[in-house]
């Protein structure tokens, strides 16, 4: 027979180290043949240090290269061993799955910042977008709108007429008597180029004068928004579509009014 190589002998001696099962080896490799390499275990029991062994009973040729008794499709499994009177998991099986873990772990982590990324991304650009406004008309024709200035609030009611407006039942120059009042409540109208083009009507309490035509004018522009979403770009860029926040600052403790202080004589 010929020599056992080098290699053939690097895996028998891996495969009995591995294994624990005693094999009687000669001094000399050249010596071996296939008759003379047996199992000899210590005893009947199988070992429990054993991992995917076949447990042969037949002689195992080390020439041919039939020298591997792991089955490998138990490459993954745990390997058991006795401690006492539990069983311990074989360490680097532990480390294998921990890494895989981890590594699951991460791509997940990885995958869900990803689509709350792409979530945001779309909220974004839809809340990015301009609304998409479309007239509003009831069915006796009319637009409504509702104004706010300072105290005071309006409701607007503009339908397609000959131009008149009425302000609580009564006629527009009379219960707004001053010219600057009136150039307010005309200013949507004058923007959008529709005067006389369209009955007003409204209802107005709270504040005085100056407010309740600054809510007039601000309920006119919505109404006119409401009957035709075309008319909003020009008054918008007049700034009749924003209601005027401002208001009367609060009168302080130690002032005569809200900013004025009484007057000091130093002697």
Same mark, same amino acid.
């Given at each position: ?15 009995? &180290? ?7 080896? &000669? ?123 300072? &105290? ?116």
């Amino acid at each position: 027979m010929s020599v056992v190589t080098p290699l053939i002998r690097k895996h028998a001696l891996r495969h009995i &180290s591995r294994s624990k099962i005693n094999i009687p080896l &000669s001094n000399s490799f050249s010596s071996i043949t296939p008759s003379k390499i047996k199992f000899q275990s210590s005893s009947n029991k199988i070992s429990p240090y054993s991992k995917g062994f076949r447990h042969r009973t037949h002689p195992i040729s080390i020439a041919d290269g039939d020298y591997t008794d792991y089955d490998t499709s138990f490459s993954r499994q745990p390997d058991l061993s006795r401690d006492g009177s539990q069983w311990v998991l074989d360490p680097t099986y532990d480390v294998d799955m921990e890494r895989d873990r981890q590594a699951d772990q991460e791509d997940r982590a990885i995958y869900e910042a990803e689509r709350r990324t792409e979530a945001q991304r779309r909220t974004w650009i839809e809340n990015s977008k301009p609304p998409i406004r479309v007239s509003e008309i009831d069915v006796a024709g009319r637009a409504y709108g509702k104004g706010g200035r300072k &105290s005071a609030t309006a409701h607007v009611w503009l339908n397609p007429g000959m131009g008149y407006v009425t302000v609580n039942g009564q006629e527009f120059v009379d219960y707004f008597p001053r010219d600057s009042h009136r150039e307010d409540i005309l200013g949507p109208m004058i923007a959008t180029r529709t005067c006389g083009y369209f009955d007003v009507v409204c209802k107005v309490n709270g504040g005085g004068k100056s407010g309740q035509a600054g809510a007039v004018r601000h309920g006119i522009a919505r109404a006119l928004e409401k009957y035709d979403p075309d008319y909003r770009p020009s008054m918008k860029a007049m700034g009749f579509m924003t209601r005027d926040p401002r208001k009367k600052e609060r009168k302080k403790v130690g002032l005569v009014k809200a900013r004025k202080a009484p007057q000091w004589v130093k002697r």
